[in-house]
T-cell receptor, first 113, second 114 residues
C-alpha cells in the first residue's frame, strides 16, 4: 500500500508571503496526486491535482509540482490571504488505484494579517 | 448540482448503541467512499462502493462496521455496538463513473460516543 508523509504539520506566514507544503509518497506506481483544503467543521475541498505525466500545474495563486524520481510533490500558495488559513491535505492513490486515496497527516496553515 | 450530502452532521450515541451515517453522492456519481478522521489526523480510507457492490473494504474494521450503497437511496455506514474509540469525523466522498477519479467530499458526520 501507499505511505504518504506530509510536512510541516503547522505553518504560519504573513499575508502576502508564499507558503509551501511538501509530501512524499512510497509507491512508484502512483500517478495521481490531489491536494485538499479543509476548513474548520467542513468537508475537504479539492483545490488542485496533478497527474504523473506533468511536472507542474498552476491555477491562479496555487501551484503543484511533482518530482517522480524523488517521489515527492509540493503545494505552493503565493500572495497568501487570511482566507487561505485552513488545514491542507495531500493524497496519493492507495494500492495503486486512484480511486482509493491515502492522505497525509495535514498541514495547519495560518496566514497572519 | 448539489454537492455530496451527509446526515446527520452531528450524532451522539452511548456505548453499545448503533450509529447510522448516511451519504448521498453528487448527481451522476456512482462511486462512494467512506473515510474516518480522528482529531488532528488525516483521513483514513475505510471502504469504496459502487451501486450494490463493495469494491474495496480493506480499511474497514472487521467487526461492528458495515457499509452499503443500495440501488436506490443513500449509502449507509453502520457502526454497531459503538465504543468511545469510534468517536471521530466520518467523511463520505463520491466520484463520477469510470475514467475520472476526482473525489468530492461531503461535510462529514461528527460522531461522539459517550
Amino acid at each position: 500500500g501507499e505511505n504518504v508523509e506530509q510536512h510541516p504539520s503547522t505553518l504560519s506566514v504573513q499575508e502576502g508571503d508564499s507558503a509551501v507544503i511538501k509530501c512524499t509518497y512510497s509507491d512508484s506506481a502512483s500517478n495521481y496526486f490531489p491536494w485538499y483544503k479543509q476548513e474548520l467543521g467542513k468537508g475537504s475541498q479539492l483545490i488542485i491535482d496533478i497527474r504523473s505525466n506533468v511536472g507542474e500545474k498552476k491555477d491562479q495563486r496555487i501551484a503543484v509540482t511533482l518530482n517522480k524520481t524523488a517521489k515527492h510533490f509540493s503545494l505552493h500558495i503565493t500572495e497568501t490571504q487570511p482566507e487561505d488559513s485552513a488545514v491542507y491535505f495531500c493524497a496519493a492513490p492507495h494500492s495503486g488505484s486512484a480511486r482509493q486515496l491515502t492522505f497525509g497527516s495535514g498541514t495547519q496553515l495560518t496566514v497572519l494579517p | 448540482n448539489a454537492g455530496v450530502m451527509q446526515n446527520p452532521r452531528h450524532l451522539v450515541r452511548r456505548r453499545g448503541q448503533e450509529a447510522r451515517l448516511r451519504c448521498s453522492p453528487m448527481k451522476g456519481h456512482s462511486h462512494v467512499y467512506w473515510y474516518r478522521q480522528l482529531p488532528e489526523e488525516g483521513l483514513k480510507f475505510m471502504v469504496y462502493l459502487q451501486k450494490e457492490n463493495i469494491i474495496d473494504e480493506s480499511g474497514m474494521p472487521k467487526e461492528r462496521f458495515s457499509a452499503e450503497f443500495p440501488k436506490e437511496g443513500p449509502s449507509i455506514l453502520r457502526i454497531q455496538q459503538v465504543v468511545r474509540g469510534d468517536s471521530a469525523a466520518y467523511f463520505c466522498a463520491s466520484s463520477p463513473p469510470a475514467g475520472r477519479e476526482t473525489q468530492y467530499f461531503g461535510p462529514g458526520t461528527r460522531l461522539l460516543v459517550l
